[in-house]
């Protein structure tokens, strides 16, 4: 029988975030000990019996300074397997950022399918359930792992925020390709519900080959009204920049952008920071490091999404016990 608590963990790189959701739980981090090594290896062991425990490991897997991508996966996946090697009764992950999950088919010949290599890494150490926020594709994510996932969606915080704001304005959502079209609709509904007013919807298209994006015109009224393009996350900024001129040219008289995990890669903060866009608003799944003092960051807003990840815990433990 396990004891009635969930122990929460984190690498150092998630630290600050994981105690976020350690407060959201009224608990503590559990120690552990995370150990360099000259040649660029590490050791990160728990300090606490895990025995018969229900665990959960928290770490959002984006590159910042210090840490690549791959730094985090395999400090995680070797974590997960001390913790199952020293006898957990379940070790869960929890990872609000997942890399490489939008890599989940083969677009060109002999393609990797990177999303179904990184599940059958967590299975392959160990791990009994993973747990993330907003991944790029819902079905490729859950048909990936072979243990029982969660998908956890931004789209409630963020359609509270706007509803705040935004109150007594004429407003159109706006999914920026066909594949964002679920996403953008749950947005809208909720949206909808909050300020109990009807919302409008578009759509707009988008061709992306050899790393190349072309967006087609957007679909949808857009006249005189504020629009709202809803995504899953920001990369380097050109889709949302495109289909924002797009708004701007059918006659919208404000733009924002919400998504859940802004990365802002390359020049991003500066296709954004042009005054086309009022605000843009995202998560704290990843840490907004690459954004610098400026127009840009004035008009940014981050989340906090602690609270939606110390509620799935919950859920998670509730239903262990």
Aim: charged share 20%.
């Amino acid at each position: 029988m396990m004891n009635s608590a969930p122990m929460l963990f984190s690498p150092p790189g998630s630290h600050a975030y994981a105690q976020r959701v350690a407060s959201a739980l009224g608990v503590a981090l559990a120690d552990h000990e995370w150990r360099p090594f000259e040649d660029g290896e590490h050791k990160m062991r728990p300090l606490e019996s895990v025995r018969g425990r229900d665990v959960y490991v928290i770490h959002s897997l984006y590159a910042e300074p210090g840490h690549t991508v791959n730094d985090k996966l395999c400090e995680l996946l070797f974590f997960v397997g001390a913790l199952v090697d020293a006898s957990a009764a379940r070790v869960s992950v929890v990872a609000p950022y997942l890399c490489y999950a939008r890599k989940d088919r083969r677009s060109q010949t002999r393609d990797p399918v990177t999303t179904r290599y990184v599940a059958q890494l967590f299975e392959a150490v160990g791990a009994t359930r993973f747990a993330t926020l907003d991944v790029h594709n819902l079905a490729a994510y859950q048909n990936a792992f072979r243990i029982p996932t969660e998908h956890l969606e931004a789209n409630g915080l963020l359609a509270q925020w706007f509803a705040s704001r935004l109150r007594d304005t004429a407003l159109t959502v706006v999914s920026p390709d066909a594949g964002g079209v679920r996403r953008a609709e749950d947005f809208r509904v909720r949206l909808s519900k909050l300020l109990a007013r009807p919302v409008e919807a578009a759509f707009a298209g988008k061709l992306r080959a050899g790393g190349s994006i072309a967006a087609k015109p957007v679909v949808g009224d857009l006249e005189g009204r504020c629009a709202i393009i809803v995504d899953d996350l920001i990369g380097s900024g050109t889709t949302i920049s495109l289909v924002a001129g797009h708004c701007r040219a059918l006659g919208a008289t404000e733009i924002h952008a919400a998504a859940t995990h802004g990365l802002f890669l390359a020049n991003a903060c500066e296709k954004l920071g042009d005054g086309m866009l009022t605000s843009v608003v995202v998560t704290d799944s990843v840490a907004p490091w690459r954004v610098p003092d400026g127009s840009f960051l004035e008009r940014l807003t981050v989340l906090d999404s602690a609270p939606l990840i110390a509620e799935a815990i919950t859920r998670m433990h509730v239903d262990a016990a």
